[in-house]
């Protein structure tokens, strides 16, 4: 995984506890499932945007 042995990845996660704090990481945690989860989402959906006006049948009735 990235070339990360246990070591390291127990020096990074010590060093993310000093800086955050223990009780501010689930939300970090959390934010950043919200964010990835929001990413995936909008790579999936189509990206077609409709320009077209859309004319009110109504109107044009009345108009006649």
Do not use: Y
Request: aromatic share 4%; proline share 3%; glycine share 8%.
């Amino acid at each position: 995984m990235f070339g990360l042995g246990l070591q390291e990845l127990i020096i990074v996660l010590v060093i993310v506890m000093v800086l955050f704090g223990a009780k501010r990481l689930p939300e970090l945690a959390d934010g950043m499932g919200k964010a990835i989860r929001n990413f995936k989402k909008a790579s999936i959906e189509n990206n077609d945007i409709d320009v077209t006006p859309k004319t009110n049948l109504d109107n044009e009735k009345k108009r006649a």
